[in-house]
């Protein structure tokens, strides 16, 4: 086995100084690898004695300096005031927050690159005087600052370019007064102290150091801060430095790419070795033989957990000598449940992040509804799509289960889309919810009461103990933000600032993981791995996007210029994750590396470079595979539903002597499709409802047929002629109210009986106007077909329909009767789309031509159910009126059934005989014990049906 990268070291320290390691000092790039040094030194020493001094780089220089680093929350505050007191301006904090960030970020790279900040904020729009003003600038800083520079011509510039310069050129006071700021109350950002340190060697020539030496250990990419103090020990002969690598990393190799020499994971090495080399008589462990690699590409997330249980079932061993290693630390959960029975310990190094946990979720739909609140003389409104999550959300259901599904279903059933907040406030519990929050210190009361409540619900239970952190955690970074805001006298700051910033705190937070840190499987990011070495590795999502990342950075110094002063760029990053994943591989004994092959969400499904750079320049056994084998090619078995006694029981409730009865349209829909009928009519597995706030076509055609009855009311039983309908579409205030009295009915922004929370807005403006628009003309086509009788409007007809030794219950409601010249005609009303002409009548129960002739069969059954009942000897019409056709020249109510090259209007009587044959040989289908439901064979009927995820389409 080949030793570790720090056991090697506590090893050379515990022969060559272990006498005198109380008076060292081990500076390591993390805490978990200074814990791991610290477990090598004990198991050596065979005696108590004192341990050596162990910080991270940040702790060491925090230790030279008297400044104390502030948070982030005071730094913006207090860089905000010095910012509106330089530029003169009087912005918000709010408006303020995103620049500030910015300015953050520069400045801490400003001082940690100890970069002169004159230098790099020059106005120079005009460069010729470059060679007299700028000679001490090098080479490089000349040719960024000409290329930047450049694209500003100073008589043609952009309002943009003119509001660049005008906060480019107050960064410099600004940078300089926030210092001064700082530095007089002894606080500092990270940046600030590497530099206040550099610069106390240019003063005095030395730093105050406690200890016998300063042993770096593990570092990668240095800042100019840092090199100028490790130059300042190694010359005083206080340091040793150790640098982690294998050679093959070097970029040296005449084989390797130009790429791989200029950004690949040894970029910084070969300077660090030359200039702060390692002592001589330290043998650097390598790897001679190179892991065993094997590159998977897994289909999907759960393939990926299927691959992380099948290798730690394999190669798991105990003793820190295997990790699972997450690229996305989103993916923690996830791949805790992918661990098998046989690790018997897991560590978890690396916290989960705060905002991704439930609890952080229920926040967001909080902030949501708080944020688009509306206010009116009534109250509060709430908008129905910010009120329904948060009933639906898991803990608010476990502690009002009830009171969610009420409420939920009030909303949904009356079409609510503007809901007061008092009219949910049917419990203590939606009391709180539900109120108004008006300021940050609201806010903090109004979240830590929500979350109390959650947390006495979990506690009780043991297996909620990780859920019960996650809101602990959360209750206290509240807790924390208010603490802040009252020591920088922003107590009353408002809820919407107050929202960003505890965002902003949140996003840097992660809820940390008990366990112990030296036993068993660890779990980890990247970052923790710096400096660890593994026999047995398995890495997760090593995809493009994912590994590395490949957002821009956060700055406003633009990268033409960042290069030339030497800041780190998007390029820098690549080149130090490059140099973890190397690292963290060269000495293992066997790795499996995981990428998905299908994108999810923003991922890409591409695998990482440093997997296509594996494969073309690693000295390794590599071997690659998909986890496909996993995934069956075979179709999955369609869903069949056989008639059992419990399924024909639900059937039997149809028949004669039972309340229920079959509508036309749901026998429409055994046509089309049985398993539809099966999973509506005997499973009883309903659509599922939402609330509209648009006028879809559905919409559209309620409102229509609604103002159409409305208006025919007052003619029911009568004759109607050509000046009553000339009456109506002259009488605008009644049309246009008849309008709105549909919107209100069908889209409820208010509480039933009272008036209207809001007026017709958005595009139901425009559907209004369309509506009306329809309603005239069709009005037109009304009175060219006068005189006509009303008979009757919505009438329910039922009937015990005869088939065989079948009597079933069949009946619905019927749009209009009408009367004219002896006829009864059968109406109803479509807005979608139909064929009004059928080539023969068996084509009205053929699964594959049924949809478009539903219409014809619909109105054809009702016609004989009239027959059969109380119209035995009138001639019966069926009819449609086709609303989107009433433009159309060729519009007519009348149905057709082509007979050669002629159409002939169906009459009832004339198709009867053909038309109950084959109902009847439906029905007897239908109730046929010994044919099961199945789904239709034509797949792209099943293209916007809400059940085909149950047929597995």
């Known amino acids: 086995m080949t030793q570790g990268f720090l056991n090697a070291i506590a090893t050379y320290y515990y022969q060559n100084a272990k006498d005198e390691l109380a008076d060292y000092c081990f500076v390591f790039p993390s805490q978990r690898s200074g814990i791991f040094f610290?477990?090598?030194?004990?198991?050596?020493?065979?005696?108590?004695?004192?341990?050596?001094?162990?910080?991270?780089?940040?702790?060491?220089?925090?230790?030279?300096?008297?400044?104390?680093?502030?948070?982030?929350?005071?730094?913006?505050?207090?860089?905000?005031?010095?910012?509106?007191?330089?530029?003169?301006?009087?912005?918000?904090?709010?408006?303020?927050?995103?620049?500030?960030?910015?300015?953050?970020?520069?400045?801490?790279?400003?001082?940690?690159?100890?970069?002169?900040?004159?230098?790099?904020?020059?106005?120079i729009i005009s460069y010729k005087e470059l060679d007299d003003d700028y000679s001490h600038l090098s080479e490089k800083q000349l040719e960024a600052i000409k290329t930047f520079?450049?694209?500003?011509?100073?008589?043609?510039l952009s309002?943009?370019?003119?509001?660049?310069?005008?906060?480019?050129?107050?960064?410099?006071?600004?940078?300089?007064?926030?210092?001064?700021?700082?530095?007089?109350?002894?606080?500092?950002?990270?940046?600030?102290?590497?530099?206040?340190?550099?610069?106390?060697?240019?003063?005095?020539?030395?730093?105050?150091?406690?200890?016998?030496?300063?042993?770096?250990?593990?570092?990668?990419?240095?800042?100019?801060?840092?090199?100028?103090?490790?130059?300042?020990?190694?010359?005083?002969?206080?340091?040793?430095?150790?640098?982690?690598?294998?050679?093959?990393?070097?970029?040296?190799?005449?084989?390797?790419?130009?790429?791989?020499?200029?950004?690949?994971?040894?970029?910084?090495?070969?300077?660090?070795?030359?200039?702060?080399?390692?002592?001589?008589?330290?043998?650097?462990?390598l790897n001679e033989k190179g892991p065993e690699i094997t590159i998977t590409a897994v289909a999907n997330p759960t393939e990926q957990l299927k691959s992380v249980h099948s290798f730690l079932k394999q190669e798991y061993e105990s003793d820190l000598k295997t990790a699972l290693v997450l690229a996305d630390e989103t993916m923690l959960m996830p791949a805790l449940h992918g661990i098998p029975e046989n690790v018997d310990r897991v560590n978890v190094t690396m916290g989960y992040p705060l905002n991704h946990t439930p609890i952080f979720g229920l926040l967001n739909l909080l902030f949501e509804m708080l944020r688009n609140a509306r206010k009116s003389k009534e109250g509060i409104w709430l908008y129905h799509r910010h009120v329904l999550p948060i009933l639906q959300h898991q803990y608010i259901s476990l502690l009002a289960e009830n009171d969610c599904r009420t409420l939920h279903k009030k909303l949904v059933k009356e079409n609510i889309i503007f809901v007061k907040a008092k009219d949910l406030h049917i419990n203590p519990l939606f009391k709180l919810i539900f109120s108004k929050v008006s300021n940050g210190s609201e806010m903090t009361t109004y979240l830590t009461n929500?979350?109390?409540?959650?947390?006495?619900?979990?506690?009780?239970?043991?297996?909620?103990?990780?859920?019960?952190?996650?809101?602990?955690?959360?209750?206290?970074?509240?807790?924390?933000?208010?603490?802040?805001?009252?020591?920088?006298?922003?107590?009353?700051?408002?809820?919407?600032?107050?929202?960003?910033?505890?965002?902003?705190?949140a996003d840097f937070q992660t809820v940390p993981f008990k366990g112990e840190p030296l036993a068993g499987l660890q779990v980890m990011g990247i970052l923790e791995t710096r400096a660890l070495d593994f026999d047995k590795l398995i890495i997760l999502d090593l995809n493009e996007g994912v590994f590395p990342r490949t957002s821009a950075p956060n700055t406003f110094i633009p990268a033409t210029l960042r290069a030339g002063f030497e800041l780190p760029t998007i390029e820098f990053q690549d080149t130090i994750?490059?140099?973890?994943?190397?690292?963290?591989?060269?000495?293992?004994?066997?790795?499996?590396?995981?990428?998905?092959?299908?994108?999810?969400?923003?991922?890409?499904?591409?695998?990482?470079?440093?997997?296509?750079?594996?494969?073309?320049?690693?000295?390794?056994?590599?071997?690659?595979?998909?986890?496909?084998?996993?995934?069956?090619?075979?179709s999955p078995p369609l869903p069949i539903a056989h008639k059992t006694p419990e399924v024909m029981e639900q059937l039997e409730k149809y028949k004669q002597g039972n309340d229920k009865f079959l509508s036309p349209s749901a026998l429409s829909v055994y046509i089309e499709c049985p398993m539809r009928f099966y999973y509506q009519k005997i499973a009883g597995i309903r659509e599922p409802d939402e609330i509209t706030e648009e006028a879809d076509a559905r919409i559209f055609g309620l409102i229509f047929h609604d103002v159409v009855e409305n208006l025919y009311k007052t003619q029911e039983g009568k004759e109607v002629d050509a000046s009553t309908i000339e009456a109506w579409i002259s009488n605008k205030k009644l049309f246009d109210g008849l309008i709105r009295d549909g919107f209100n009915t069908h889209l409820s922004d208010y509480e039933k009986g009272k008036n209207t929370f809001t007026e017709i807005h958005g595009?139901?403006?425009?559907?209004?106007?369309?509506?009306?628009?329809?309603?005239?003309?069709?009005?037109?086509?009304?009175?060219?077909?006068?005189?006509?009788?009303?008979?009757?409007?919505?009438?329910?007809?039922?009937?015990?329909?005869?088939?065989?030794e079948l009597n079933l219950n069949i009946g619905g409601y019927i749009d209009r009767l009408e009367s004219?010249?002896?006829?009864?005609?059968?109406?109803?009303?479509?807005?979608?789309?139909?064929?009004?002409?059928?080539?023969?009548?068996?084509?009205?129960?053929?699964?594959?031509?049924?949809?478009?002739?539903?219409?014809?069969?619909?109105?054809?059954?009702y016609s004989l159910i009239l027959e059969e009942t109380e119209y035995e000897n009138t001639p019966i019409q069926p009819g449609v009126i086709w609303v989107r056709d009433v433009f159309k020249k060729s519009y007519d109510t009348q149905l057709f059934l082509k007979e050669g090259k002629t159409k002939n209007p169906i009459l009832l009587q004339s198709v009867r005989d053909q038309f109950k044959a084959g109902l009847n040989e439906m029905l007897e289908?239908?109730?046929?014990?010994?044919?099961?439901?199945?789904?239709?064979d034509n797949v792209d009927k099943c293209r916007f049906c809400t059940y085909k995820t149950l047929c597995n389409r």
């Open 38 to 123: 610290t477990n090598h030194l004990r198991q050596m020493v065979k005696e108590p004695s004192w341990a050596p001094q162990i910080m991270t780089v940040n702790d060491f220089f925090d230790s030279l300096s008297n400044s104390i680093v502030a948070d982030n929350i005071t730094l913006l505050f207090s860089l905000h005031q010095i910012y509106n007191q330089v530029t003169g301006k009087d912005s918000t904090f709010d408006e303020f927050l995103p620049w500030g960030e910015l300015f953050l970020g520069d400045f801490d790279d400003i001082d940690k690159y100890l970069v002169n900040v004159d230098q790099l904020f020059s106005n």
């Open 149 to 156: 520079w450049g694209t500003f011509k100073a008589d043609q």
């Open 159 to 285: 309002s943009h370019q003119n509001h660049f310069l005008e906060n480019w050129e107050h960064i410099p006071p600004v940078y300089k007064q926030f210092k001064n700021y700082l530095s007089e109350r002894s606080l500092a950002f990270e940046g600030m102290i590497y530099r206040q340190v550099a610069d106390q060697l240019k003063q005095d020539g030395q730093l105050e150091i406690k200890w016998k030496k300063i042993v770096f250990v593990g570092l990668n990419a240095l800042t100019p801060a840092e090199r100028k103090v490790m130059d300042n020990l190694q010359k005083r002969n206080l340091a040793h430095f150790f640098w982690d690598y294998s050679p093959w990393m070097l970029p040296s190799e005449q084989s390797q790419g130009e790429a791989f020499q200029t950004r690949g994971p040894g970029l910084f090495l070969n300077e660090n070795k030359l200039r702060y080399p390692s002592p001589k008589d330290f043998v650097l462990p």
């Open 450 to 505: 929500i979350l109390n409540k959650i947390y006495e619900l979990l506690q009780p239970q043991e297996d909620k103990i990780l859920e019960q952190e996650f809101v602990f955690t959360l209750h206290k970074s509240i807790v924390r933000l208010q603490d802040l805001l009252e020591h920088n006298q922003q107590k009353e700051i408002n809820s919407d600032t107050w929202i960003k910033l505890f965002k902003k705190l």
């Open 577 to 634: 994750f490059s140099y973890y994943f190397f690292r963290l591989i060269h000495r293992a004994k066997k790795v499996e590396l995981l990428y998905s092959t299908g994108a999810q969400g923003m991922k890409s499904n591409e695998m990482s470079r440093y997997l296509y750079q594996l494969k073309y320049e690693f000295n390794a056994q590599i071997q690659s595979q998909s986890s496909s084998g996993h995934v069956s090619l075979l």
């Open 763 to 804: 595009k139901n403006v425009m559907v209004f106007e369309v509506i009306r628009r329809y309603l005239l003309q069709f009005l037109k086509l009304e009175k060219e077909r006068t005189p006509f009788t009303i008979v009757s409007l919505e009438p329910k007809v039922e009937h015990c329909y005869s088939s065989g």
């Open 820 to 861: 004219k010249d002896g006829i009864l005609r059968v109406m109803d009303y479509k807005t979608g789309t139909g064929d009004p002409t059928i080539s023969k009548v068996s084509d009205l129960f053929d699964t594959d031509k049924h949809k478009k002739n539903k219409a014809t069969f619909q109105t054809l059954l």
């Open 925 to 936: 289908t239908l109730y046929n014990p010994d044919i099961a439901f199945h789904p239709v």
